[in-house]
């Protein structure tokens, strides 16, 4: 009696556990977890309490109390934890299919235990208890893997052993080896009655911990969403704020194209007029023959030729403007004749500007790297700069050298003429100077594009003053090799 009391004594205590854990888990997840699958939890843990205690009081309380309704709490038990398992999975409560199924597995119970012996009710309580936990261990293991968590696989693991020990007692009493009784002091039922009372522990740990790891993997997805989202919100701004940009970049650039249209035209249609006037001038000493007329149409188609030559030299910086502000190729720079260069310029200037130019060479150079249509741009802009702001008796001196360190050609434009603006010798800005307007808008594009040719070379434009009066600008073109040979030392 001693050893059955004990059995029975432990069997209370798991029930016991099973109330207390229950009312422990709902204290801690009724505010943290939805409501429904909690409070069919804390209800079936309570339930599955209350049949184990009056399981275990057998002989203290009357036998329909100690079997019959102990055995359908324990069945009714496991049906709530089925339906909080499910509701936590995320599927049809199918409360009503599993109320029937316990209502027929109790009305079974029942018939048994009209029978005079023990044995029925014995061996169809442990086929339906068996059944009803795997069951309960089946979804949680589903629960487990759905969240994912470890301890639904562990509450799992746990009804798992429940029900082996149950099948085991099962398979012992039908073959005979231990009495078919619900209560013995046998160890098979011994065994029975440890593993409901880690069954009691684990089981409501199990799924207390099943539920926090669920409510942390939620707010982990949570904080991923919200991170990705602010991400996407960023990248979003940073594309609004850039387009905004390029539509800015676009006003402005067209803003600027049309106010260089405009300047360009201004800069076009007077020299132009200045040509026309020239030329009807010409006609009409032509058609009134006097003494000294033939000079003076020579003088004045003179006229007309250099206004010309103004026309020509805007063109060509205007299509070099647009050649270097759209260009982004690599600039094709061959080893070129320098004497070649400095024809081809004196060649494009007026008879009377071409015999005010001298050239004077400081070292024996024969030729250089550098793009001869460019360069020779570059160098006639220096000179008609030289000639438009010098003064009408202003002489020009082009002087080539080499210059050692780093290696370069450099080809200075010296006058002896007024001398510059003072904002003229003031270095260009950071972003590389005025706009082709501004350039034009101030004193042409005639600096404009000697800057962007040099910046094409990989070179500079350097502007000083050559006192006593004028100005001295250099093209410094880098140079990998320079070749030496002879060369006169002058050439006037």
Same mark, same amino acid.
Request: with cysteine.
């Given at each position: 009696?001693?050893?059955?009391?004990?059995?029975?004594?432990?069997?209370?205590?798991?029930?016991? @556990?099973?109330?207390?854990?229950?009312?422990?888990?709902?204290?801690?997840?009724?505010?943290?977890?939805?409501?429904? $699958?909690?409070?069919?939890?804390?209800?079936?843990?309570?339930?599955?309490?209350?049949?184990?205690?009056?399981? +275990?009081?057998?002989?203290?309380? $009357?036998?329909?109390?100690?079997? =019959?309704?102990?055995?359908?709490?324990?069945?009714?038990?496991?049906?709530?934890?089925?339906?909080?398992?499910?509701?936590?999975?995320?599927?049809?409560?199918?409360?009503?299919?599993?109320? @029937?199924?316990?209502?027929?597995?109790?009305?079974?119970?029942?018939? &048994?235990?009209?029978?005079?012996?023990?044995?029925?009710?014995?061996?169809?309580?442990?086929?339906?208890?068996?059944?009803?936990?795997?069951?309960?261990?089946?979804?949680?293991?589903?629960?487990?893997?759905?969240?994912?968590?470890?301890?639904? @696989?562990?509450?799992?693991?746990?009804? =798992? !052993?429940?029900?082996?020990?149950?099948?085991? /007692?099962?398979?012992?009493?039908?073959?005979?080896?231990?009495?078919?009784?619900?209560?013995?002091? *046998?160890?098979?039922?011994?065994?029975?009655? &440890?593993?409901?009372?880690?069954?009691?522990?684990? #089981?409501?740990?199990?799924?207390?911990?099943?539920?926090?790891?669920?409510?942390?993997?939620?707010?982990?997805?949570?904080?991923?969403?919200?991170?990705?989202?602010?991400?996407?919100?960023?990248? +979003?701004?940073?594309?609004?704020?850039?387009?905004?940009?390029?539509?800015?970049?676009?006003?402005?650039?067209?803003?600027? /194209?049309?106010?260089?249209?405009?300047?360009?035209?201004?800069?076009?249609?007077?020299?132009?007029?200045?040509?026309?006037?020239?030329?009807?001038?010409?006609?009409?000493?032509?058609?009134?023959?006097?003494?000294?007329?033939?000079?003076?149409?020579?003088?004045?188609?003179?006229?007309?030729?250099?206004? @010309? =030559?103004?026309?020509?030299?805007?063109?060509?910086? *205007?299509?070099?403007?647009?050649?270097?502000?759209?260009?982004?190729?690599?600039?094709?720079?061959?080893?070129?004749?320098?004497?070649?260069?400095?024809?081809?310029?004196?060649?494009?200037?007026?008879?009377?500007?071409?015999?005010?130019?001298?050239?004077?060479?400081?070292?024996?150079?024969?030729?250089?790297?550098?793009?001869?249509?460019?360069?020779?741009?570059?160098?006639?802009?220096?000179?008609?700069?030289?000639?438009?702001?010098?003064?009408?008796?202003?002489?020009?001196?082009? &002087?080539?050298?080499?210059?050692?360190?780093?290696?370069?050609?450099?080809?200075?434009?010296?006058?002896?003429?007024?001398?510059?603006?003072?904002?003229?010798?003031?270095?260009?800005?950071? *972003?590389?100077?005025?706009?082709?307007?501004?350039? !034009?808008?101030?004193?042409?594009?005639?600096?404009?594009?000697?800057?962007?040719?040099?910046? /094409?070379?990989?070179?500079?434009?350097?502007?000083?003053?050559?006192?006593?009066? #004028?100005?001295?600008?250099?093209?410094?073109?880098?140079?990998?090799?320079?070749?030496?040979?002879?060369?006169?030392?002058?050439? +006037?």
């Amino acid at each position: 009696m001693v050893n059955l009391f004990t059995f029975q004594l432990v069997a209370l205590v798991s029930g016991v @556990l099973y109330g207390l854990l229950a009312l422990t888990v709902w204290s801690l997840l009724h505010h943290r977890h939805h409501a429904l $699958p909690v409070n069919l939890w804390t209800a079936g843990s309570l339930t599955m309490g209350t049949g184990v205690s009056l399981f +275990a009081a057998r002989g203290l309380v $009357p036998d329909w109390a100690s079997y =019959g309704a102990a055995n359908n709490l324990m069945g009714l038990a496991m049906a709530l934890g089925i339906m909080a398992l499910r509701v936590d999975l995320g599927h049809p409560l199918r409360a009503g299919r599993l109320l @029937l199924v316990w209502l027929l597995s109790s009305g079974g119970y029942w018939l &048994c235990m009209q029978s005079p012996g023990e044995a029925p009710r014995v061996y169809y309580g442990s086929v339906m208890l068996i059944l009803g936990t795997l069951a309960f261990g089946w979804h949680a293991a589903a629960a487990g893997r759905h969240t994912p968590s470890r301890s639904g @696989l562990v509450l799992a693991a746990v009804e =798992g !052993l429940l029900v082996a020990v149950l099948a085991l /007692r099962l398979g012992l009493m039908l073959a005979g080896w231990a009495p078919a009784r619900g209560i013995s002091d *046998t160890w098979d039922f011994a065994l029975v009655a &440890c593993v409901t009372v880690v069954s009691s522990l684990y #089981g409501n740990l199990a799924y207390l911990g099943m539920v926090l790891d669920r409510t942390r993997a939620i707010q982990q997805r949570a904080s991923e969403a919200q991170l990705a989202e602010s991400l996407r919100r960023e990248a +979003a701004e940073q594309q609004a704020a850039a387009l905004r940009g390029l539509l800015a970049q676009r006003d402005q650039l067209a803003a600027e /194209r049309q106010q260089l249209l405009q300047l360009l035209a201004h800069e076009i249609r007077q020299p132009l007029h200045n040509a026309s006037g020239a030329l009807q001038a010409a006609r009409s000493v032509l058609d009134a023959p006097q003494a000294g007329s033939n000079q003076r149409a020579s003088e004045r188609l003179q006229r007309a030729q250099v206004v @010309l =030559g103004d026309v020509r030299s805007v063109l060509d910086n *205007t299509l070099a403007a647009a050649s270097l502000l759209s260009g982004g190729d690599a600039l094709y720079a061959p080893d070129t004749d320098i004497d070649f260069l400095i024809d081809l310029t004196l060649g494009d200037l007026p008879e009377a500007q071409r015999h005010r130019v001298s050239v004077v060479w400081r070292d024996q150079l024969r030729s250089a790297e550098f793009e001869i249509g460019l360069a020779r741009l570059a160098l006639r802009n220096l000179l008609r700069n030289a000639f438009s702001h010098g003064g009408p008796e202003v002489s020009v001196l082009i &002087c080539v050298e080499e210059q050692p360190s780093p290696p370069a050609l450099v080809i200075s434009v010296i006058d002896d003429g007024v001398g510059p603006p003072p904002d003229l010798l003031q270095p260009p800005t950071a *972003t590389g100077g005025p706009t082709p307007a501004q350039a !034009l808008a101030q004193r042409g594009l005639g600096l404009y594009i000697v800057r962007q040719v040099m910046a /094409r070379h990989g070179g500079t434009l350097e502007l000083s003053a050559n006192l006593p009066q #004028g100005l001295v600008a250099r093209l410094v073109f880098p140079q990998a090799v320079v070749d030496v040979v002879d060369h006169p030392l002058q050439r +006037a």
